[in-house]
């Protein structure tokens, strides 16, 4: 695998906050937005408006409860971490559709985009 073809395979794990926030105001379904944040609700205190929280250790646990027509979009705190690279690991070994969310919480936040107090 050349550069160009690695990059553009890496990047096609990811999925940037238009079309998602698009999907969302027009009520499309099928994204499914998962916090998978490994952090209690009070210690998380927000997050992105209409996500299931499901922490990324307790995601195998869940894979049950996961409709495999719906694509799923997971988000750590931040893309520095490893925990989306795990979630989405997880979700594509079990054969769903999956993206990790580009710039994660902490892009969202930063611009301004629709969040809620976590649950």
């Not at 794990?13 to 027009?26: G, R």
């Not at 997880?90 to 976590?118: H, I, Q, R, S």
Request: aromatic share 10%.
């Amino acid at each position: 695998m050349d550069k160009i073809e690695f990059l553009e395979m890496y990047m096609g794990l990811y999925i940037n906050h238009f079309p998602l926030l698009e999907a969302m105001k027009s009520g499309n379904g099928d994204y499914v937005v998962l916090d998978i944040r490994n952090a209690p609700a009070e210690m998380k205190k927000e997050q992105i408006k209409g996500a299931k929280a499901i922490a990324a250790k307790d995601l195998p646990d869940q894979l049950d409860n996961l409709d495999k027509s719906k694509t799923y979009v997971v988000y750590d705190w931040n893309g520095g971490t490893i925990l989306g690279k795990q979630a989405l690991l997880t979700l594509y070994k079990a054969g769903f559709k999956a993206y990790e969310l580009a710039g994660a919480f902490e892009g969202w936040k930063g611009m301004n985009l629709p969040t809620e107090p976590a649950v």
